[in-house]
């Protein structure tokens, strides 16, 4: 494929983003671009583009040979698979937003585009229309590479926003970014963390050549934050975000992953607000580089599918430098975490499960400590997902080794905190 070569594409879904990319494409006359045919499930539904451009069968965009790149844009994971493996297998150089498929599906897909030498690319499935992925295929070398945060999902933040901002209770604030179209009818993926998780599953490749399962990565979500939570952050200048963590260990092995952080105004992540993304990644000579934009909705997100088949015509393709071409990092689970807990009673807290509480503080209703856990025992068992419980990442909250902290040595900084 060429700069000059025409790209005819078929299109999988005419939802958000697909009809998003429809209208885009329509904008952008020097691409040299153009959609064939669009597959949709619902023939009857009405739709904003000619009736002859739709069609119900999937065959028509995988075996027409006219056809030289296939966008993928539904979210039915399992059927999202099938069309891009398919497509692949064919030939034609495939597009995806669908970030559950990828991070599932990623060896089997690693596997597919080196076997059939066909471009697969996917940026607006990390986060939308900030280009992270491509940042990190080409200008971040593994050995540099210290560590990435990003928050990577747009309904959590929005929701956190109104929080904070406007004092609202999660209920509330769940239900204003539904109505807003921030957040799907069932939100659970964004909530619960899962959408984060797929996404850092994704980045890891990227960042690190690392190729992990998701359900190997230690996630948690926002769903039980509480006001008080909120209110405490608030009266320390503090922020709560459900943030996406991959960070090199001193040991040069990498620990990974999605739980809410308190965060500080020294933050670049301190000020994204509302359904904006926000990625920070730090290497070792370049210090921190921030990238800053909108994670969801229609022409954001379809804008980025628009950078990925404009990047085709130059037959652009990752190549996983960090997976093929060095040495890939090791996850890791041996480290500590200092994390904060706030609950209503203490008996569901299993106390025993931790290195050392460093504070606890006594509420009318709710009770709150910060203590140091092994990351394993928030891994291997789910009781700080329990209802009514809130768990919440403190900063400087990695502990490598647990020499480098005295054990009854009280922070001044998590007195702070909780005092």
């Given at each position: 494929?060429?700069?000059?070569?025409?790209?005819?594409?078929?299109?999988?879904?005419?939802?958000?983003?697909?009809?998003?990319l429809?209208?885009?494409?329509?904008?952008?006359?020097?691409?040299?671009?153009?959609i064939?045919?669009v597959?949709?499930?619902?023939?009857?539904?009405?739709?904003?583009?000619?009736?002859?451009l739709?069609?119900?069968?999937k065959?028509?965009?995988?075996?027409d040979?006219?056809?030289n790149?296939i966008?993928?844009?539904?979210?039915?994971?399992?059927a999202?698979f099938?069309?891009?493996?398919t497509?692949?297998?064919?030939?034609?150089?495939?597009v995806?937003?669908?970030?559950?498929?990828?991070?599932?599906?990623?060896?089997?897909?690693?596997?597919?585009?080196?076997?059939?030498?066909?471009?697969?690319l996917?940026?607006s499935?990390?986060?939308?229309?900030?280009?992270?992925?491509?940042?990190?295929?080409?200008?971040?070398?593994?050995?540099?590479?210290?560590?990435?945060?990003?928050?990577?999902?747009?309904?959590?933040?929005?929701?956190l926003?109104k929080?904070?901002?406007?004092?609202?209770?999660f209920?509330?604030?769940?239900?204003?970014?539904?109505?807003?179209?921030?957040?799907?009818?069932?939100?659970?993926?964004?909530?619960?963390?899962?959408d984060?998780l797929?996404?850092?599953?994704?980045?890891?490749?990227?960042?690190?050549?690392?190729v992990?399962?998701?359900?190997?990565?230690?996630?948690?979500?926002?769903?039980?934050?509480?006001?008080?939570?909120?209110?405490?952050?608030?009266e320390?200048?503090w922020?709560?975000?459900?943030?996406?963590?991959a960070?090199?260990l001193?040991?040069?092995?990498?620990?990974?992953?999605?739980?809410?952080?308190?965060?500080?105004?020294?933050?670049?992540?301190?000020?994204?607000?509302?359904?904006?993304?926000?990625v920070?990644?730090e290497?070792?000579?370049?210090?921190?580089?921030?990238?800053?934009?909108?994670?969801?909705?229609?022409?954001?997100?379809?804008?980025?599918?628009?950078?990925?088949?404009?990047?085709?015509?130059?037959?652009?393709?990752?190549?996983y430098?960090?997976?093929r071409y060095?040495?890939?990092?090791?996850?890791?689970?041996?480290?500590?975490?200092r994390v904060?807990?706030?609950f209503?009673?203490?008996?569901?807290?299993?106390?025993?499960?931790?290195?050392?509480?460093?504070?606890?503080?006594?509420?009318?209703q709710?009770?709150?400590?910060v203590?140091?856990i092994?990351?394993?025992k928030?891994?291997q068992?789910?009781?700080?997902?329990g209802?009514?419980i809130?768990?919440?990442?403190v900063?400087?909250?990695?502990?490598?080794?647990?020499?480098?902290?005295?054990?009854?040595?009280?922070?001044?900084?998590?007195?702070?905190i909780?005092?």
């Amino acid at each position: 494929m060429g700069a000059d070569k025409k790209l005819i594409i078929g299109v999988f879904g005419f939802g958000v983003v697909g009809e998003g990319l429809y209208r885009v494409l329509q904008m952008t006359e020097s691409l040299n671009a153009s959609i064939k045919k669009v597959c949709i499930k619902n023939p009857d539904k009405e739709r904003n583009a000619p009736a002859e451009l739709f069609t119900t069968y999937k065959d028509e965009l995988l075996n027409d040979d006219d056809i030289n790149v296939i966008v993928e844009v539904i979210d039915d994971s399992v059927a999202a698979f099938d069309i891009v493996s398919t497509a692949l297998k064919n030939g034609k150089a495939t597009v995806s937003a669908s970030k559950k498929m990828i991070a599932e599906r990623l060896p089997e897909l690693l596997d597919l585009q080196q076997k059939f030498s066909t471009p697969f690319l996917y940026e607006s499935a990390a986060c939308a229309s900030i280009p992270v992925i491509r940042n990190l295929e080409e200008y971040y070398d593994n050995d540099l590479l210290q560590s990435i945060s990003g928050i990577v999902n747009g309904s959590t933040n929005f929701i956190l926003t109104k929080m904070f901002d406007d004092g609202i209770i999660f209920s509330k604030a769940l239900l204003e970014a539904q109505q807003l179209g921030f957040a799907e009818s069932n939100p659970d993926l964004d909530i619960l963390g899962i959408d984060a998780l797929n996404k850092l599953t994704i980045l890891l490749v990227h960042a690190y050549g690392i190729v992990a399962n998701p359900k190997d990565i230690l996630y948690g979500g926002i769903n039980n934050i509480q006001p008080g939570d909120a209110k405490l952050a608030g009266e320390k200048g503090w922020q709560i975000k459900l943030i996406a963590k991959a960070v090199k260990l001193k040991n040069g092995k990498v620990t990974s992953f999605v739980l809410p952080h308190f965060v500080t105004t020294d933050s670049q992540l301190y000020t994204v607000k509302n359904e904006f993304n926000g990625v920070v990644i730090e290497s070792s000579f370049s210090d921190e580089q921030f990238f800053y934009g909108k994670g969801a909705g229609s022409l954001p997100t379809a804008s980025a599918v628009l950078s990925d088949i404009s990047a085709l015509r130059y037959n652009y393709r990752y190549e996983y430098k960090k997976l093929r071409y060095h040495t890939p990092s090791e996850l890791t689970n041996d480290l500590y975490l200092r994390v904060y807990l706030s609950f209503a009673d203490l008996k569901n807290i299993p106390r025993e499960e931790f290195e050392w509480i460093e504070e606890f503080f006594n509420a009318e209703q709710r009770n709150y400590l910060v203590g140091v856990i092994h990351f394993n025992k928030l891994l291997q068992t789910d009781w700080w997902k329990g209802e009514g419980i809130s768990l919440i990442v403190v900063p400087d909250a990695i502990i490598e080794n647990l020499d480098m902290r005295k054990l009854k040595k009280r922070s001044l900084e998590l007195a702070g905190i909780v005092g």
